[in-house]
């Protein structure tokens, strides 16, 4: 089992803010949402660059963005240009000082550490993933100076800073992916309607340190879910579904917003209803955006999103995460344990309470949802994984401050 020090760390980006020395929102501009919406960029990149003829290995992908993330939650909040200036004069010593400080963290986590190891050191691992990555990273940047740039007009140095953003996109290395990417303006009207996630706060009604977006929600669900689906010995279809299919989970939330558990639960047959809601707006507004070959991928990570499903003859099928791990884990079944993403979405849930009651936060929906997920998930196993020892370890750390 990855160790729960780990989750803890995953969350540290909640808190660290971005533009911080500049005018900006209130919400949706900590260091997880922009790397929540740098991925999401990054899959349309990489679909992009498959449309093209390109080939893309998504695990790397997924791991050169994991990679990146836990670099940046152990640096902090550097200033960009300050960091690329230290990347280029000390690259090799920050990079080994990273992987000093997140060794203990990734004690057990079969061959991550050594790819890590070589993403940082070898420019020609993974260059095709790593080009995405980059070129994802800086349109999410521009995506949030173009807010707030208006809010500073007239400041020291915005205009350089302006420039800089565009330098940078310019740099980028071309690959066959921007092309597309370029010549369908959808797609960035898709990538903006999904941008609004940022500003979507999970537990509206509850206060909370710190809070947290749904975007961020789920971009840690799908981090967990990857370092779940490697401690199964997942094949790579299956890596890929549960990471991305965690990341889409809640999309359609941006369209009907972030519906509590209570009131889903209070009111007999209104989760059915929203989801047929769901199902109808996906349709209408989100499907129109992006590719027609690219819809039935979406449709298999939202419908049923919580099902552990397999592809048999062309035909969906639902069975457990065990199954799966017994009979189904190859490419040719396209495997999604929506059990184990199921699992990781309540355990960042539980984080979220946990933290916030750590910071002080003793609000009664808290103290409830530790509860009541403690008991859901007590000596509970999916597909082998012991996530009753994960709620139980947070819980007691909750009770004893």
Known sequence: MFKPELITL?????VIQRWNDHIRPGTGFVEMDKQAHKTFYAFVLAKCHEDAGGEVDYVKLIDGIIFE???????TDIKPPIY????????DKIDEYVECELKDYLEGIKDFPDKMHKYFTDLTYSATERDIIRFAHYLATKWEFDIIYPLNIGMYNIEKTKAEVNESLAKCNWFDGKRVFYQNPKLTDFLNLIGQLRFQQRWTATARIPQTSVMAHTFVVAVLSYFCTVETGGCNQRIENNFFGALFHDLPEVLTRDIISPVKRGVEGLDEIIKNIEDSQMKSVIYPLIPEKWVQQLEFFTNDEFSSKVVINGEIKTVTSEEISKNYNEKIFNPIDGKIIRACDHLSAYLEAYLSMKNGIEAEPLKRALVTLRDTYKDLKVAGIDFGAYFEYFFEEAYNK
Do not use: P, T, W
């Open 10 to 14: 995953i969350h540290n980006a909640a």
């Open 69 to 75: 993330f836990l670099h940046r939650v152990i640096l």
């Open 84 to 91: 690329h200036k230290l990347k280029k004069e000390m690259g």
